[in-house]
């Protein structure tokens, strides 16, 4: 089993950063990729970037340039600069065994951190 506890959201104004952060812990060796995911209110859950264990990442279209994932131990991090009111969602961490922002990949999840950008 991998525990996941998500952290670092908020709320903040259009433009505004936040730094997320994912602590995980347990067999966490078993873990190839993880990532962030997150779900805006009346939306479906959509995935938005995603590491592995040789530092690859890749990145929904929405936030590539402005977020930044990355990792260090067992935890990972996103690094969102230039927020805009679209981002407000509830972000979640995830471990899975692929490197892919296809949610149904993921076999852990986090309890997520909810972030809200205002106009």
């Known amino acids: 089993q991998v525990q996941l506890v998500e952290s670092g959201g908020g709320s903040v104004q259009a433009g505004g950063s936040l730094r997320l952060s994912c602590a995980a812990s347990g067999y966490t060796y078993s873990v190839y990729s993880m990532g962030w995911f997150r779900r805006a209110p009346g939306k479906e859950r959509e995935g938005v970037a995603a590491?592995?264990?040789?530092?690859s990442t890749i990145y929904a279209s929405s936030v590539k340039g402005r977020f930044t994932i990355s990792k260090e131990n067992a935890n990972v991090y996103l690094q969102m600069n230039s927020l805009k009111p679209e981002d407000t969602a509830m972000y979640y961490c995830?471990?899975?065994?692929?490197?892919?922002?296809?949610?149904?990949?993921?076999?852990?999840w986090g309890q997520g951190t909810q972030v809200t950008v205002s106009s």
């Open positions: 995830a471990a899975g065994p692929a490197l892919t922002l296809w949610d149904a990949n993921y076999n852990y």
């Open positions: 590491i592995n264990t040789y530092g």
